[in-house]
């Protein structure tokens, strides 16, 4: 399951479910996400700088995560996720049953 989840809502699920894997995708730079937004233009100048403090907020919690993906190039963001997906299927701690069953079936 893939949940699209801000801060508060991935460390509350992270402590509930500790085998989740939890991806922090971030923009290059701070001035990168500005100019972004502002191509959007769909929100004014002082819900640019709320959401502005919510991103410094949030980059200060990214350590929390498994894995950071910085969004420099969208084909390239979604080929990184898809990595960390194949690897984190691969990965023996998720795959513990698998092994015991062929074990035990050899």
């Known amino acids: 399951m893939i949940l699209e989840i801000e ?3 991935a460390l509350k699920i992270k402590k509930q479910y ?3 894997v939890f991806v922090f ?4 730079s701070m001035q ?3 100019r ?4 959007r233009g769909t929100e ?3 819900a640019i700088a709320l959401r502005m403090e919510a991103a410094r907020t949030e980059m200060e919690q990214a350590m929390l995560y498994d894995y950071i993906i910085v969004n420099q190039d969208v084909k390239d963001c979604c080929r990184k996720f ?4 194949v690897a984190e299927g691969c990965a023996v701690r998720h795959r513990k ?3 015991r069953e062929v074990s035990q079936n050899a």
Not at 25 to 28: D, I, L, R, W, Y
Not at 36 to 39: A, C, N, T, V, Y
């Open 36 to 39: 972004r937004l502002i191509s």
């Open 7 to 9: 801060l508060v809502g």
């Open 32 to 34: 990168e996400l500005r």
């Open 25 to 28: 995708v971030m923009p290059p």
């Open 82 to 85: 898809e990595a960390i997906v």
């Open 44 to 46: 004014g100048e002082k």
């Open 18 to 20: 500790r085998k989740g």
């Open 97 to 99: 049953d698998f092994i």
